[in-house]
T-cell receptor
Framework: AQSVTQPDIHITVSEGASLELRCNYS??????LFWYVQSPGQGLQLLLK??????LVQGIKGFEAEFKRSQSSFNLRKPSVHWSDAAEYFC????????????FGKGTSLLVTP | EAQVTQNPRYLITVTGKKLTVTCSQN?????MSWYRQDPGLGLRQIYY???????DKGDVPEGYKVSRKEKRNFPLILESPSPNQTSLYFC??????????FGSGTRLTVV
């Protein structure tokens, strides 16, 4: 079955440390790829997206992600985490490449310690 | 900039009492969809629409209806809500330039 996998349910990092959140998908073609962030009680904010072209994508808040076709991965990275980055992070994949079939991973909860 | 407006933000209702959650966009995008978010299950698509009068089921459509009589509005209808429909609901639109934009969410409690 087609799926989006975020292997880490919870991640804890120290403030100032680097971060990598993993995302793998099982769709055959190159889909549209997204990362969203959700703070407690809030909605979904788009961090970055990949449609085509350069496989290293820059987003907001200092985040970046790299699409690796051979590994079917779209991992999210940040070189130095801030306490305000604590939130839930969702990877999402649109395998229709059209705008009507967005599938989400189950999310990774990020805790930032002092 | 595309915006999605959902109402209400919070709703508490009783089992069996019909309700509608409204969703509107400020642009003229064709694709709109509804999702529900539950702890441990992530977000799952309920219904989507590709244009006026064109709708189709997502992954979890049971107990829900939608309509798309005009491009800007895409309401979610629960004809007879049940407690298992207690959830956080999001409406979204798709733009070929910016991807998916989500509304602020509607937290529904069915007692």
């Amino acid at each position: 079955a087609q799926s989006v996998t975020q292997p880490d349910i919870h991640i804890t990092v120290s403030e100032g440390a680097s971060l990598e959140l993993r995302c793998n998908y099982s769709y055959g073609a190159t889909p549209y790829l997204f990362w969203y962030v959700q703070s407690p009680g809030q909605g979904l904010q788009l961090l970055l997206k990949y449609f085509s072209g350069d496989t290293l994508v820059q987003g907001i808040k200092g985040f970046e992600a790299e699409f690796k076709r051979s590994q079917s991965s779209f991992n999210l990275r940040k070189p130095s985490v801030h306490w305000s980055d604590a939130a839930e992070y969702f990877c999402a994949v649109d395998d229709s490449n059209s705008g009507y079939a967005l599938n989400f991973g189950k999310g990774t909860s990020l805790l930032v310690t002092p | 900039e595309a915006q999605v407006t959902q109402n209400p933000r919070y709703l508490i209702t009783v089992t069996g009492k019909k309700l509608t959650v409204t969703c509107s966009q400020n642009m003229n995008h064709e694709y709109m969809s509804w999702y529900r978010q539950d702890p441990g299950l992530g977000l799952r698509q309920i219904y989507y629409s590709m244009n006026v009068e064109v709708t189709d089921k997502g992954d979890v459509p049971e107990g829900y209806k939608v309509s798309r009589k005009e491009k800007r509005n895409f309401p979610l209808i629960l004809e007879s809500p049940s407690p298992n429909q207690t959830s956080l609901y999001f409406c979204a639109l798709f733009s070929p330039l910016t991807g998916y934009t989500f509304g602020s969410g509607t937290r529904l409690t069915v007692v």
